[in-house]
């Protein structure tokens, strides 16, 4: 089919491409596109140079599935414009809570895909909830999970490039004795962690926070009570997520390991030993959910504590995405 990705430069489009290419997903012909800025500019895939167009210019119904990897502004001006045309699957938070349109990750809720005709537009997760509801879907099904309480520790790569530069450089800077300057943070980034992502609700969290919230009870049960805060922290790729479980009934741990080692997109890392946990740098450009530290819980009764690391730009993004047009594919809910 023919596929286009809107936003094709940046980090997220460039990873939709890999996916693609490392899949083999059946792409007929690839539409890259982006601001005019980026026009005329060119990128490989399966060894052929595709020139990016400019996004005002495209015709979407030369399309199958558009993915929009391009932030909330372009997906609110554009992606409803282009589901009249095409099917969109959008990385952006603008369409998430939308009561009508399904938040889809595929391993925990592809069932939701029957949705699609609401508004021929699929909102991909959060990049810290998508990993968090893989690892937790399999225990859900088992014990019924009451409660959550959960700590990110995201990379820099989830505020984008600049954001990753902006570490960079300020590390540098640090080794050259030098004033570092913050232009993307709200403190320094460079050896520090920022209890701070997306601006600050009345409520006293954060917006990321009350995104984990509201996108766990969308995709995995609106009854589960949940908790979190979010930290930044100086990583370049990889989120990294601390959850604290509670179930509604007895648990076996062996029995918790065990299922988790079979679910689809999870990988267990779990030995008692050092080293014998994943880490950000480990879990770059993999495919893999990883969970490691799975223990119990010695304060409360029928909880458990475990740590998950993912690729954010991968399973948090773009392998997400092509997962949910994977899933199109196979239940023939493209379109004709």
């Known amino acids: 089919m023919n596929i286009a990705i809107v936003g094709a430069t940046g980090n997220v489009g460039r990873k939709i491409i890999e996916i693609l290419e490392k899949k083999n997903f059946l792409v007929s012909e690839l539409f890259l596109i982006a601001s005019a800025k980026s026009a005329g500019k060119k990128i490989n895939f399966k060894g052929k140079e595709h020139t990016v167009i400019d996004l005002e210019k495209f015709d979407f119904s030369k399309v199958k599935i558009a993915f929009f990897a391009a932030g909330s502004a372009i997906a609110e001006k554009w992606a409803t414009e282009a589901a009249k045309k095409t099917i969109v699957i959008d990385n952006s938070k603008f369409f998430r809570k939308d009561p009508d349109i399904p938040l889809v990750v595929p ?3 592809s069932k939701e895909l029957v949705y699609v005709k609401n508004k021929n537009i699929i909102a991909n997760a959060n990049c810290s909830v998508i990993p968090l509801v893989v690892a937790l879907k399999p225990l859900h099904d088992l014990y019924n999970i009451k409660r959550i309480v959960v700590s990110t520790y995201q990379s820099v790569s989830g505020a984008g490039k600049a954001p990753m530069d902006e570490l960079l450089s300020q590390t540098q800077d640090f080794f050259n004795n030098k004033n570092l300057e913050s232009k993307y943070f ?8 920022i209890p701070h992502i997306d601006s ?7 917006k990321e926070e ?13 009854k589960i009570k949940i908790t979190s805060t979010c930290v930044r922290i100086p990583v370049l790729v990889s989120h ?5 479980v509670e179930f509604s009934k007895k648990y076996n741990i062996k029995e918790i390991r065990n299922v988790l080692s079979t679910s689809p ?5 779990d030995e008692l030993k050092d080293g014998g946990y994943i880490t950000p740098a480990e879990a770059e450009n993999k495919f893999d959910t990883f969970i490691s530290r799975i223990r119990q819980d010695e304060s409360q009764t029928n909880t458990v504590n475990m740590w998950i690391v993912s690729d954010n730009l ?8 092509v997962e949910i047009a994977e899933s199109l594919v196979e239940k023939d809910l493209y379109g004709k």
């Not at 600050?200 to 969290?205: A, D, I, N, P």
């Not at 997109?265 to 890392?269: A, D, E, F, P, R």
């Not at 991968?314 to 995405?321: D, E, H, S, T, V």
């Open 107 to 109: 391993e925990v809720n």
């Open 186 to 193: 709200t403190k320094q980034i460079a050896f520090n962690a």
């Open 200 to 206: 600050f609700l009345e409520s006293g969290y954060t």
């Open 210 to 222: 009350q995104k984990t919230t509201d996108e766990v009870k969308k995709i995995l049960d609106k």
């Open 240 to 244: 990294s997520i601390s959850a604290n």
């Open 265 to 269: 997109g999870c990988k267990v890392i």
């Open 314 to 321: 991968l399973k948090g993004a773009a392998l997400n995405a």
